[in-house]
T-cell receptor
Framework: EPEVTQTPSHQVTQMGQEVILRCVPI?????FYWYRQILGQKVEFLVS????????KSEIFDDQFSVERPDGSNFTLKIRSTKLEDSAMYFC??????????????FGDGTRLSIL | QQQVKQSPQSLIVQKGGIPIINCAYE??????FPWYQQFPGKGPALLIA?????SEKKEGRFTISFNKSAKQFSLHIMDSQPGDSATYFC???????????FGTGTRLKVLA
């Protein structure tokens, strides 16, 4: 069964440094998402991306965050200047159609981001 | 209004028991309610989902019960097994949405 793959599985970065998290969504999916999960807490929506633009973002997704689909297969999340509170598990997800049209999202196994 | 409240936070049952996880919402615009299962070190995996035009949906040992008037829905796991030990999240979304709103999760442990 096709799956969403994320790299790296664990990223350790100094506070203030830039970090890029990478995802390869399922190949025929058109909608892409990033969520984060602080240890032991709920999964929180960050941003959704469709047709090469952001379709929705949360209040967490401020100017320090950006997303990009640099080619036909990768989807990236960049954090420009990391803070201690950015430490979390970041999940990429994809769906064939729009979430609001009953299309399920499929999640990767996440990247654990640790900010020192 | 965007929240989904989930309970209990954790649950321990004996093998063969029927754990029940409950979720409640306020936003009547929500019209799709998936449940996700997450094992340690893994991403959430879709388990089962329901729309509010049905009151119950079964897939294998997993059943969702939906009470539209009470704005509540619950997951029942029949004949639970130690392999079902995981964290379960309910979620909700609404028409034209691009996101899920997740509940706070329930950590289930099934004892052998």
């Amino acid at each position: 069964e096709p799956e969403v793959t994320q790299t790296p599985s664990h990223q350790v970065t100094q506070m203030g440094q830039e970090v890029i998290l990478r995802c390869v969504p399922i190949s025929n999916h058109l909608y892409f998402y990033w969520y984060r999960q602080i240890l032991g807490q709920k999964v929180e929506f960050l941003v959704s991306f469709y047709n090469n633009e952001i379709s929705e973002k949360s209040e967490i997704f401020d100017d320090q965050f950006s997303v990009e689909r640099p080619d036909g297969s990768n989807f990236t999340l960049k954090i420009r200047s990391t803070k201690l509170e950015d430490s979390a598990m970041y999940f990429c997800a994809s769906s064939r159609g729009r979430t609001g049209n009953y299309q399920p999202q499929h999640f990767g196994d996440g990247t654990r981001l640790s900010i020192l | 209004q965007q929240q989904v409240k989930q309970s209990p936070q954790s649950l321990i049952v004996q093998k063969g028991g029927i754990p029940i996880i409950n979720c409640a919402y306020e936003n009547t615009a929500f019209d799709y309610f998936p449940w996700y299962q997450q094992f340690p070190g893994k991403g959430p995996a879709l388990l089962i989902a329901i729309r509010p035009d049905v009151s119950e949906k079964k897939e294998g040992r997993f059943t969702i019960s939906f009470n539209k008037s009470a704005k509540q829905f619950s997951l029942h796991i029949m004949d639970s097994q130690p392999g079902d030990s995981a964290t379960y999240f309910c979620a909700a979304t609404y028409p034209r949405a691009y996101k899920y709103i997740f509940g706070t999760g329930t950590r289930l442990k099934v004892l052998a």
